[in-house]
């Protein structure tokens, strides 16, 4: 991409309900930005996938669309939408439980719970046999990661991130979590609500028939029950998620199909109406949102959408409150989200991922997690753990890493990385310990820099922290040292990929993930529009 050149998001233009339509709903108005930085030509382009393969949805946005071409639009987008309503899914799930457990089959490839009347046309296909009650609990272990798939990478919490984050949502006095994008949290949190249940079924019906049960109990599990159900609430939760596969799984009640890039409910408008219920039913118990997009571009996008979520909630709200957030993404990301949300913080916790080699946590010299949480709760409340070597600091007031030390002169604990930082006198800033202040350049940057040229940041995202091999995306980087560089392609065109099984097929037109071939935002605009902003 040449400098200078890029792509611009342009919200709140009045596209809003003038924006065509593409299988991920309404599409967002972008705005090519030549190497002087003018504004050339406007046109939309697919919200969700930013690979043409995915959806090659593109429309200048004064075109003329004959009607001939709108219909058979419309007609592609409806085929591209899941093969079952969310009811039927409920429907199918339920008959799928009451089957005896032989019966319990689920393809693989298709990731579908297979009735016996669909085994038929699945007969050649992998399939998982036995499906045990108790693993329909954690879809998300059961259902495979969109991973291999270049484009959909879904990167799962590791069980400790899992934890950590479900034991503070509970210890800040959360009842309520508007899961977004974060399925395997959803899980955790309907397990501990099956736990509670199933407790209350075990020992406490109030027809005395689990009387018995409550006698036998001996005196600390009915103190830990006692303490559990102080602290541990029952804790209602819901998930917002593109992939439609866990529809097989949730209630209406309990998952909506949504695109958080346009804040776009899919299907009936029964989804909708399920979130803006759960949004503002039971008035008192508080409730956050989490979320963790994928990653690369398009924050502000993300920010309008939450936004919109926030203000759904408000609606139900007598105080001026903000509506709390966790906001889950990489810390090279945090002037950008502090720009679209001025009363968050970064928080120095490291967000570890299952399946994502890069993102692992950094004892025993493995590369640490760029991942943070960025949140408008006081940072003070949000106790890290000691024992993986969080500490709090009393002046910034906040939970830092071990590492992470307080600068005299910045005032402040610098590092952002969790990696010991240093002050540089003349930058006036602390910087990573591997960099030095360049005559040259008159900055600090890496050793192995070439003077004057241009600041040696990352090409996929646009920050001056890491190289582009080192981005936390490691499918753009594939994607970009394997196949065409992004300055060869016009408008995103991609060089189309031919799609080996169904389930792919099916997972790639409905899910996103992190990836992201191309920037559409690139440092440089986004610098210009700060400063015109300013
Ligand atoms: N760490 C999380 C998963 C994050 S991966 C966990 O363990 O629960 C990103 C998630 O966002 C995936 O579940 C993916 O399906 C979802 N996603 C991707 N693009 C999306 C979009 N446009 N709208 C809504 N959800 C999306
Ligand atoms: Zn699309
Ligand atoms: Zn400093
Ligand atoms: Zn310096
Ligand atoms: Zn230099």
Same mark, same amino acid.
């Given at each position: 991409?040449?400098?200078?050149?890029?792509?611009?998001?342009?919200?709140?233009?009045?596209?809003?309900?003038?924006a065509?339509?593409?299988?991920?709903?309404?599409?967002?108005?972008?705005?090519?930005?030549?190497?002087?930085?003018?504004?050339?030509?406007?046109?939309?382009?697919?919200?969700?996938?930013?690979?043409?393969?995915?959806?090659?949805?593109?429309?200048?946005?004064?075109?003329?669309?004959?009607?001939?071409?709108?219909?058979a639009?419309?007609?592609?987008?409806?085929s591209?939408?899941p093969?079952?309503?969310?009811?039927?899914?409920?429907?199918?799930?339920?008959?799928?439980?009451?089957?005896p457990?032989?019966?319990?089959?689920?393809?693989?490839?298709?990731?579908?719970?297979?009735?016996p009347?669909?085994?038929?046309?699945?007969?050649?296909?992998?399939?998982?046999?036995?499906?045990?009650?108790?693993?329909?609990?954690?879809p998300?272990?059961l259902?495979?990661?969109?991973?291999?798939?270049?484009?959909?990478?879904?990167? /799962? !919490?590791? =069980?400790? %991130?899992?934890?950590? *984050? &479900?034991? +503070?949502?509970?210890?800040?006095?959360?009842? #309520?979590?508007?899961?977004?994008?974060?399925?395997?949290?959803?899980?955790?949190?309907?397990? /501990? !609500?099956? =736990?509670? %249940?199933?407790?209350? *079924? &075990?020992? +406490?019906?109030?027809?005395?028939?689990?009387? #018995?049960?409550?006698?036998?109990?001996?005196?600390?599990?009915?103190?830990?029950?006692?303490?559990?159900?102080?602290?541990?609430?029952?804790?209602?939760?819901?998930? +917002?998620?593109?992939?439609?596969?866990y529809?097989?799984?949730?209630?209406?009640?309990?998952?909506?199909?949504?695109?958080?890039f346009?804040?776009?409910?899919?299907?009936?408008?029964?989804?909708?109406?399920?979130?803006?219920?759960?949004?503002?039913?039971?008035?008192?118990?508080?409730?956050?949102?989490?979320?963790?997009?994928?990653?690369?571009?398009?924050?502000?996008?993300?920010?309008?959408?939450?936004?919109?979520?926030?203000?759904?909630w408000?609606?139900?709200q007598?105080?001026?409150?903000?509506?709390?957030?966790?906001?889950?993404?990489?810390?090279?990301?945090?002037?950008r989200?502090?720009?679209?949300?001025?009363?968050?913080?970064?928080?120095?916790?490291?967000?570890?991922?299952?399946n994502?080699?890069?993102?692992?946590?950094?004892?025993?010299?493995?590369?640490?997690?760029?991942?943070?949480?960025?949140?408008?709760?006081?940072?003070?409340?949000?106790?890290?753990?000691?024992?993986?070597?969080?500490?709090?600091?009393?002046?910034?007031?906040?939970?830092v890493?071990?590492?992470?030390?307080?600068?005299?002169?910045?005032?402040?604990?610098?590092?952002?990385?969790?990696?010991?930082?240093?002050?540089?006198?003349?930058?006036?800033?602390?910087?990573?310990?591997?960099?030095?202040?360049?005559?040259?350049?008159?900055?600090?940057?890496?050793?192995?820099?070439?003077?004057?040229?241009?600041?040696?940041?990352?090409?996929?995202?646009?920050?001056?922290?890491?190289?582009?091999?080192?981005?936390?995306?490691?499918?753009?980087?594939?994607k970009?040292?394997?196949?065409?560089?992004?300055?060869?392609?016009?408008?995103?065109?991609?060089?189309?990929?031919?799609?080996?099984?169904?389930?792919?097929?099916?997972?790639q037109?409905?899910?996103?993930?992190?990836?992201?071939?191309?920037?559409?935002?690139?440092?440089?605009?986004?610098?210009?529009?700060?400063?015109?902003?300013?």
């Open positions: 991409m040449a400098a200078g050149a890029g792509i611009e998001l342009l919200l709140n233009q009045g596209a809003g309900s003038t065509p339509l593409c299988p991920h709903g309404p599409t967002l108005l972008f705005a090519k930005i030549n190497r002087r930085e003018q504004e050339t030509r406007r046109f939309y382009a697919c919200s969700a996938c930013r690979d043409r393969k995915d959806c090659n949805f593109f429309q200048w946005e004064n075109e003329k669309v004959s009607v001939a071409r709108l219909l639009r419309e007609e592609f987008n409806q591209r939408q093969p079952f309503t969310h009811k039927q899914y409920v429907e199918r799930y339920q008959y799928f439980v009451s089957l457990q032989v019966k319990r089959i689920f393809c693989l490839d298709c990731q579908l719970l297979l009735l009347e669909d085994w038929d046309k699945h007969t050649s296909h992998q399939q998982l046999g036995n499906v045990f009650l108790h693993q329909l609990k954690r998300s272990k259902l495979l990661p969109l991973e291999n798939k270049k484009t959909n990478a879904q990167y /799962l !919490f590791a =069980d400790r %991130t899992c934890q950590f *984050l &479900l034991d +503070l949502i509970v210890s800040l006095g959360f009842g #309520k979590v508007l899961c977004v994008g974060t399925p395997r949290l959803m899980a955790v949190g309907k397990k /501990l !609500f099956l =736990d509670v %249940t199933i407790f209350r *079924l &075990l020992y +406490l019906l109030p027809d005395g028939s689990g009387e #018995k049960c409550v006698a036998r109990m001996v005196l600390h599990e009915l103190i830990k029950l006692r303490q559990f159900e102080k602290k541990n609430p029952v804790m209602k939760s819901q998930l +917002l998620d593109i992939d439609f596969r529809s097989q799984f949730y209630s209406e009640e309990e998952f909506c199909h949504y695109n958080m346009n804040h776009h409910f899919f299907g009936e408008k029964s989804a909708f109406e399920a979130f803006q219920t759960f949004m503002c039913q039971d008035n008192g118990v508080p409730i956050i949102m989490v979320t963790d997009p994928p990653f690369g571009g398009l924050v502000e996008a993300l920010a309008h959408s939450f936004k919109k979520i926030a203000a759904t408000k609606t139900s007598k105080e001026d409150d903000e509506l709390p957030i966790f906001w889950i993404f990489p810390y090279f990301f945090e002037p989200i502090l720009q679209c949300f001025p009363t968050f913080s970064m928080l120095d916790y490291q967000v570890d991922y299952d994502h080699a890069l993102y692992k946590h950094g004892n025993s010299g493995r590369k640490q997690s760029p991942v943070r949480i960025f949140t408008n709760l006081l940072p003070k409340t949000v106790i890290l753990p000691a024992e993986e070597g969080y500490r709090y600091c009393s002046l910034c007031q906040r939970y890493s071990s590492a992470n030390r307080h600068c005299e002169i910045c005032q402040a604990c610098t590092s952002k990385d969790g990696k010991e930082w240093k002050h540089c006198h003349i930058c006036n800033k602390c910087v990573k310990l591997s960099w030095f202040h360049c005559e040259t350049c008159s900055h600090c940057v890496l050793r192995d820099h070439s003077c004057g040229g241009a600041r040696s940041g990352c090409f996929i995202c646009g920050s001056t922290d890491h190289k582009r091999r080192e981005c936390p995306d490691t499918l753009v980087q594939n970009i040292t394997e196949k065409s560089r992004p300055h060869k392609r016009k408008h995103f065109k991609m060089n189309k990929k031919d799609v080996t099984t169904k389930s792919e097929q099916q997972a037109a409905m899910s996103t993930g992190k990836k992201k071939t191309m920037k559409r935002i690139t440092a440089k605009s986004k610098r210009k529009k700060k400063r015109k902003s300013k």
